[in-house]
C-alpha cells in the first residue's frame, strides 16, 4: 500500500524515466514515444498528475460557475477515460510484444494460475480502481524477471546486439569500447560483414551508425539515435539490419 507521506513507488520512476523531456515541447515527445520508453513515462507521469490536480480543485464549490463549464469538464472527464481505455488496450498489446520478442517469460506466471494462457494479463485492470490497486498491479508486474536484461551502459548495448548479429560478425574480430561509460568519448565498434563489404556497427554520443572505416572516402550511415534508455537490443539489431539491407550494392 502506497505510504501517505511518500507517495507511491510507481510515480518516481515514472517522472526519473520521463525527466530526460524536461524543457521540450509536447510534439517532441511525442514524436518519440513510440520508440522511447522516457516519452511513454513522461506522458504517464504527466497526466496523472494532471487529473490528480483537476481532482483537487473540484473539491471547490467555486472551482466552476457556469452550467457550460461544468460540461465542457464533463466531455473533458469523458474523454479522458475514453483515452484511458485505449491505453489499457494498447499496455496489455506492449506486454505481449515483451513476451514474443524474449524479454520475459509468460506473463501469466505472474499470477495466481501459472498454467493461464498470457491473456491473464487482461486481468490488470480489472480490479476496483484505487491507489492500492494501483500499487498492487505495479509489485506484480515488478516481479516479473527479465529473460533478456536491459543494458546498463552502451557498451553492453553492443555486446548484446553483438550476439544477435552473430550471423553477420567478422571472426576473429573483438568488440572495440573507448573509455569509460561516463567519459564524453565513450564509443564503442563492432566488425559486421554483408554482402562481402567490412562495416562497423558503433555508437558516439547516443548515435548509432554504420561505416566502413579505414576506406578512403569512408562511407557514413545513421542507424538511428537512441539514448540509453531506448537502446533495446533486439530494436538496434533490427534496425542495423534494416540500414544495411538499405545500402545500395
Known amino acids: 500500500m502506497s505510504d501517505t507521506t511518500t507517495g507511491p513507488a510507481w510515480l518516481p520512476l515514472l517522472e526519473d524515466l520521463g525527466e530526460t523531456f524536461n524543457g521540450c515541447l509536447v510534439e517532441d515527445v511525442a514524436a518519440s514515444a513510440s520508440m522511447r520508453p522516457e516519452a511513454t513515462a513522461w506522458f504517464a507521469a504527466d497526466a496523472v498528475t494532471s487529473i490528480d490536480e483537476l481532482a483537487k480543485a473540484l473539491t471547490s464549490s467555486w472551482s466552476l460557475h457556469t452550467p457550460e463549464q461544468a460540461g465542457a469538464i ?28 524474449g524479454d520475459v517469460a509468460k506473463l501469466a506466471r ?80 563492432l566488425q559486421l560483414q554483408h554482402q562481402d563489404k567490412l562495416w562497423r556497427l558503433g555508437f558516439y554520443d547516443e548515435e548509432w551508425f554504420l561505416d566502413d572505416y579505414p576506406a578512403e572516402p569512408a562511407e557514413y550511415v545513421v542507424v538511428g539515435r537512441f539514448p540509453l534508455l531506448a537502446s533495446h537490443p533486439l530494436k538496434l539489431a533490427d534496425a542495423t539490419r534494416a540500414a544495411l539491407n538499405g545500402l545500395a550494392p
Do not use: W
Not at 464533463?74 to 520478442?101: F, N, P, T, W, Y
Not at 498454467?115 to 476496483?128: G, I, M, N, R
Open 74 to 101: 464533463a466531455a473533458a472527464l469523458i474523454s479522458i477515460e475514453h483515452h484511458v481505455a485505449q491505453a489499457k488496450s494498447h499496455l496489455l498489446d506492449v506486454l505481449d510484444a515483451m513476451e514474443e520478442r
Open 110 to 189: 505472474a499470477y495466481d494460475d501459472p498454467d493461464a494462457p498470457p491473456a491473464v494479463a487482461a486481468d490488470l485492470f480489472k480490479s476496483e480502481p484505487s491507489p492500492q490497486t494501483a500499487d498492487r498491479v505495479f509489485a506484480k508486474l515488478s516481479s516479473v524477471p527479465m529473460q533478456r536484461p536491459m543494458p546498463e551502459t552502451f557498451a553492453e548495448a553492443l555486446h548484446q546486439v553483438a550476439a544477435l548479429l552473430a550471423d553477420l560478425a567478422v571472426p576473429g574480430n573483438a568488440i572495440e569500447i573507448h573509455e569509460e561509460a561516463d567519459h564524453p568519448q565513450h564509443q564503442g565498434f
